[in-house]
Each structure stands twice: as C-alpha cells, then as structure tokens.
Nanobody
Framework: QVHLVESGGGLVQAGGSLRLSCAAS????????MGWFRQAPGKEREFVAG???????YYADSVKGRFTISADNAKNTVYLQMNSLKPDDTAVYYC????????????????WGQGTQVTVSS
C-alpha cells in the first residue's frame, strides 16, 4: 500500500507562486502514473496535472503554461510548480497514484494523499 503526503500549500497573492510536493512511501511511484487534482468548495474534484509512468505530462487547459509537474525519482517525490496563480486556483490540492487508465480521470487512481490547501487572494 502506497502512502502519499502532500505539502507546500498556503496563502499567496494573485500572481504569486507555490510549489507543492507529494512524497510517496511504500512503492516506487515512477513505475506508476501520478496525478494532481483539486477541489474547491462546492465543486467537484478536477484534474490539474498528470505524469504517466513513461514520463509523459498532461495538464488541464486552465493551468497549461502556468503549472508544471515534475518528479524526483531518487526522493520518490512529485512536484507541482504553480506560477501566476489566480484566485480561481484556490482549492484543496490532492496527489494520487496507482493509476489504471487515463491520467485525467480521478476514478482511475487508487491511492490518494490527504490534500493541502492553496488559497490565492486577489
């Protein structure tokens, strides 16, 4: 069973940057797909960025060009660099792994972290 721990969330002004980290234990995540999702109050969880086991990266249109997903295999950690943040980016951000299928669908992931809050003020 893989255990995921997110960190790096916080309060930032619009236009600022944050880097989220997701540390995995119990499994080498590089052998599996990884994804970042977010959920704002009153909204459904939505795909943000994903990384396939082969290293391919995928982004939601709303974050393309602003967010970057990357990985440090030696640390078994995946990152989400978020630049040019907007108030609409405010949400709890979750990382997920143990992917079976498309990186875009939350139902295809079987292991989730506890989430980290990102708040962007205007």
């Amino acid at each position: 069973q893989v255990h995921l721990v997110e960190s790096g969330g916080g309060l930032v002004q619009a236009g600022g940057s944050l880097r989220l980290s997701c540390a995995a234990s119990g499994r080498t995540f590089s052998n599996y797909g990884m994804g970042w999702f977010r959920q704002a109050p009153g909204k459904e969880r939505e795909f943000v960025a994903g990384r396939s086991w082969s290293g391919g990266t995928y982004y939601a249109d709303s974050v393309k060009g602003r967010f970057t997903i990357s990985a440090d295999n030696a640390k078994n950690t995946v990152y989400l660099q978020m630049n040019s943040l907007k108030p609409d980016d405010t949400a709890v951000y979750y990382c997920a792994t143990d992917l079976r299928g498309s990186v875009y669908l939350s139902r295809n992931y079987n292991s989730w972290g506890q989430g980290t809050q990102v708040t962007v003020s205007s």
